[in-house]
């Protein structure tokens, strides 16, 4: 996979990234946040979602611990990320480090999506592939955090809203990977759960019921999708 390929991978996301990194870093700004702070939550923290928690709960006085339950709970989904690819990671060199700590939602699905393409390459080849893909990902969030902070301190405008773009990318990243694995059974099974969760479970817990009826469908199910 050339250079070019992985840049071309990663646009869907980068069309992600920027405006919703862009909307934190308004919301950080708004909330009085210095731009030192802001760059440094998405530089070290870079957990999406998380970092939008983060500023409502330190805006909010919230304590250290507070602070660290929610978001060990709402990153929770990160663990299975990893187990997923744990085969993978560990036939890896040292950048599987970096890797593990950036595997956001869009960088797994990526990944998981083309690991086929990835098959064939050496260890020190195959490292260096997925660490960029890593790493532009978290490059585009810095990148829209920066942007937003100083839009925001530049030019004050009415910014609700803004946040959907986050389900939009989950859209284009579904759709590129039902074109990679176009399996029809899966499709149904996804939207069935999402559907259901959306208008019979509380919004807090929506995301852990699908988790959790996905690795379910891994678990018992695989011979039958």
């Known amino acids: 996979m050339h250079k ?3 840049f071309t991978l990663t646009l869907p996301v980068l069309m992600g990234y920027i405006p919703l990194g862009a909307t934190f870093g308004i919301l950080a700004a708004s909330n009085n946040f210095t731009f030192l702070e802001t760059l440094l939550s998405s530089v ?3 957990a999406g979602a998380g970092q939008f928690v983060l500023v409502g709960l330190v805006s909010a006085g919230a304590g250290f611990l507070e602070v660290f339950f929610v978001s060990f709970l709402l990153n929770f989904r990160h663990f299975f990320y990893t187990l997923s690819l744990l085969d993978d990671f560990k036939k890896l060199n040292f950048l599987k480090h970096y890797i593990m700590f950036a595997l956001t939602d869009e960088s797994f699905a990526l990944i998981s999506g083309f690991k086929k393409n990835l098959e064939n390459l050496n260890t020190r080849e195959k490292s260096f592939k997925i660490f960029n893909i890593c790493a532009l990902n978290h ?11 100083y839009f ?5 405008i009415d910014y609700s809203g ?12 579904s759709y590129e990977l039902f074109k990679q694995n176009p399996n029809i059974k899966i499709l149904l099974f996804s939207t069935f759960i999402s559907l259901f969760a959306l208008f019979f479970i509380d919004k807090s817990y929506m ?15 695989k011979k039958y999708v």
Do not use: M
């Open 207 to 221: 995301l852990i019921f699908c988790i959790a009826c996905a690795l379910s469908l891994l678990y018992f199910g």
């Open 139 to 149: 490059f585009y969030w810095i990148l829209g955090s920066v942007l937003g902070f």
């Open 4 to 6: 070019n390929n992985i």
């Open 44 to 46: 070290i923290v870079y």
């Open 152 to 156: 925001q301190k530049s030019i004050k």
């Open 162 to 173: 803004v946040e959907f773009s986050l389900n939009a990318l989950f859209i284009v990243l």
